[in-house]
């Protein structure tokens, strides 16, 4: 089988591994022309997870034409805010019923829309398309670290194929038809990461992470409810099982930038750091906008988008969320209660 991996960060190198060591032929598409030739020739990534062996299947090319020419399926891992542009520069490479299974994360500002709806808009097909989405740092997939996932598809024989695809002895793959609550779980739960990454900068401890955590996964679920989402979806891999990996790894960006911020720095100081795209600063704003759209609140996200874009402070944002008024715990969470209760 023939696969275009379009994005070649961290996630892009540790699925193009996964692929290649089943002997699926990649094509790698890096924006960088250096980058992709130093991959063809070390068979390494020479900026993100440098010390992955690439098998010789994975072929890399600066050339979107090239990546997609012949692809069967096409596995996009881009930052959430340039998947708009990307699928525009695929659009006239691509044929109209190649399935394309998308590992981006947010919500798009100004449309509300989520990866996949935003590929519908540009490529059209909404059958052919699917998220992929759950407790995944590259750095463990990459290296084989028994891992799980959960696949979102419209059409459920599209599911079966990238579960099929993506499936090996370390990298298992569940599916699951909630399209809008695994891609919702996937944008929220940065969010709450690096508000657990700022409560560790502050030094709090545990129970403050856990309470922040638990919160979030609140939001998240009431949120999903609102848009349409399947609450269980929210205990789920895509759900609990990424937030838990995202607001405690070492390996986390989100959490890193929240530690990195409560200690003084900014997102562009972050970023200039590691290299890397944190896609909760961008969440924040777009999940905290659709929230304020459905007329919810969402204060854990509100206050990581005052502490990112209004100057306001995390010692001060933390004593805002601990002084709100008393609430219900289950409030607004849209759970079902079966009839034996």
């Not at 020479?46 to 012949?70: K, M, N, W």
Request: charged share 20%; glycine share 12%; aromatic share 4%.
């Amino acid at each position: 089988m023939r696969v275009a991996v379009i994005g070649a960060g961290s996630w892009g190198t540790a699925v193009s591994a996964l692929l290649g060591r089943k002997g699926v032929e990649v094509k790698l598409w890096a924006r960088d022309p250096v980058m992709a030739q130093r991959i063809n020739e070390a068979h390494h990534n020479p900026r993100y997870l440098s010390d992955v062996l690439l098998p010789q299947s994975v072929v890399a090319t600066a050339d979107i034409e090239a990546a997609l020419g012949g692809a069967e399926a096409v596995v996009l891992v881009t930052p959430s805010h340039g998947v708009r542009a990307t699928a525009e520069s695929m659009g006239p490479y691509l044929s109209a019923v190649t399935p394309i299974v998308s590992l981006s994360k947010g919500v798009e500002r100004g449309t509300d829309m989520r990866m996949t709806e935003v590929l519908e808009d540009v490529l059209g097909g909404r059958s052919r398309l699917a998220a992929l989405s759950g407790p995944n740092h590259a750095e463990e997939v990459s290296k084989q670290v028994p891992s799980a996932t959960v696949i979102a598809a419209y059409d459920e024989g599209i599911g079966r194929m990238f579960q099929d695809l993506f499936m090996t002895p370390t990298f298992r793959v569940y599916t699951n038809p909630d399209v809008i609550g695994v891609e919702l779980c996937a944008a929220c739960k940065n969010v709450i990461a690096v508000a657990a990454g700022m409560a560790d900068g502050l030094g709090y401890g545990d129970n403050t992470k856990a309470t922040l955590m638990t919160r979030g996964l609140a939001e998240m679920a009431r949120l999903g409810t609102r848009r349409g989402a399947n609450p269980l979806t929210f205990m789920g891999l895509a759900g609990v099982g990424d937030l838990i990996a995202t607001c405690t790894s070492r390996h986390s960006r989100n959490r890193g930038l929240g530690e990195h911020l409560a200690r003084g720095g900014t997102v562009e100081s972050y970023a200039a750091e590691t290299h890397m795209v944190a896609e909760g600063a961008t969440s924040c704003v777009s999940v905290d906008e659709l929230a304020h759209r459905e007329n919810m609140e969402l204060p854990i996200t509100h206050q990581v988008r005052a502490i990112l874009y209004e100057g306001a402070s995390p010692m001060t944002a933390g004593e805002l969320l601990m002084g709100r008024s008393a609430k219900d715990e289950l409030h607004g969470m849209g759970l079902i209660v079966d009839e034996e209760g």
